[in-house]
């Protein structure tokens, strides 16, 4: 399979790194893409692929094309590489707030298969949450092929495009808000007594284990919290101060109000 990447920024590069890692794809069958060319030299270097600042040049032969360049970017590139895509390819953008609607008036083809993803930063350590969706009539064959290959950086779940929107203020903006709850707990660590940096440790380790622990056993959270709390215990005593708190309702805001805002972004 020819893969190409355009656009060799944080996220392309973790694309690049993981599928290569995984060996999805070998060097000789990935090419990146970029207009940077002093960083594109860097990678290139390092993974030992092909590269070129050429989008169309890059994009012509390959069965997929992930677009890995910011949202403002994606119809001009579109519009560069359309010529050159084969029939058939799979073109996935990665572009918070590009539609495949969009995304399929830049190329201006019916004879491709669309995709959009929304990756979150954890992608960047193989740990990613990844919402998935392909243009109506895509076939099974090319879902798979796009899910096997996104899945090299994390979990992949296919959802409505319509849906894209949730997972953008659900798992896209999330990473920011578990990392004011590791600020807060390693605060509240601080506050009893622990220095800081092993504060953050424990609070980061916690995080890190408890998400495991839910998707290793299947068990539902509720489930992980009682297994914790016993009667008249200090975790019971805990999960009181943050329901007095109102830590689930901001969480369940913080999600719907970032939701809101990428619908008004994809509408703009």
């Known amino acids: 399979m020819q893969l190409t990447i355009i656009g060799v920024g944080k996220m392309g590069e973790a694309l690049a790194r993981g599928m290569?890692?995984?060996?999805?794809?070998?060097?000789?069958?990935?090419?990146?893409?970029?207009?940077?060319v002093e960083r594109l030299g860097?990678?290139?270097?390092?993974?030992?692929?092909?590269?070129?600042?050429?989008?169309?040049?890059?994009?012509?032969?390959?069965?997929?094309?992930?677009?890995?360049?910011?949202?403002a970017l994606v119809a001009p590139v579109a519009r560069e590489i359309a010529a050159a895509l084969r029939p058939g390819a799979i073109v996935l953008s990665i572009a918070a707030g590009i539609t495949l609607r969009q995304l399929a008036a830049a190329l201006a083809r019916t004879d491709l298969i669309l995709a959009r993803a929304m990756p979150n930063t954890p992608c960047l350590v193989g740990a990613g949450a990844i919402g998935l969706s392909l243009a109506a009539g895509a076939p099974a064959e090319a879902a798979q092929t796009v899910c096997r290959l996104?899945?090299?950086?994390?979990?992949?779940?296919?959802?409505?495009?319509?849906?894209?929107?949730?997972?953008?203020?659900?798992?896209?903006?999330?990473?920011?808000?578990?990392?004011?709850?590791?600020?807060?707990?390693a605060d509240g660590g601080v506050l009893a007594g622990l220095p800081r940096p092993q504060a953050e440790r424990l609070a980061a380790q916690t995080v890190l284990g408890t998400a495991?622990?839910?998707?290793?056993?299947?068990?539902?959270?509720?489930?992980?919290?009682?297994?914790?709390?016993?009667?008249?215990?200090?975790?019971?005593?805990?999960?009181?101060?943050?329901?007095?708190?109102?830590?689930?309702?901001?969480?369940?805001?913080?999600?719907?109000?970032?939701?809101?805002?990428?619908?008004?972004?994809?509408?703009?």
């Open 212 to 268: 495991r622990l839910i998707l290793e056993t299947g068990q539902h959270p509720a489930q992980v919290k009682d297994a914790v709390a016993s009667p008249g215990g200090t975790t019971i005593a805990g999960v009181a101060a943050l329901e007095a708190g109102g830590l689930r309702h901001a969480l369940i805001a913080a999600v719907r109000a970032a939701a809101a805002r990428a619908r008004e972004l994809s509408e703009e």
């Open 150 to 185: 996104l899945s090299a950086v994390g979990l992949v779940e296919s959802v409505l495009e319509a849906q894209l929107d949730a997972v953008t203020g659900l798992s896209g903006s999330g990473p920011a808000y578990i990392a004011v709850l590791i600020e807060a707990l």
């Open 20 to 36: 290569l890692h995984a060996e999805f794809v070998a060097p000789g069958e990935l090419v990146l893409a970029d207009s940077a």
């Open 42 to 71: 860097a990678v290139a270097g390092e993974l030992d692929v092909r590269v070129t600042s050429d989008n169309a040049l890059a994009a012509r032969d390959s069965d997929v094309v992930i677009l890995a360049v910011k949202p």
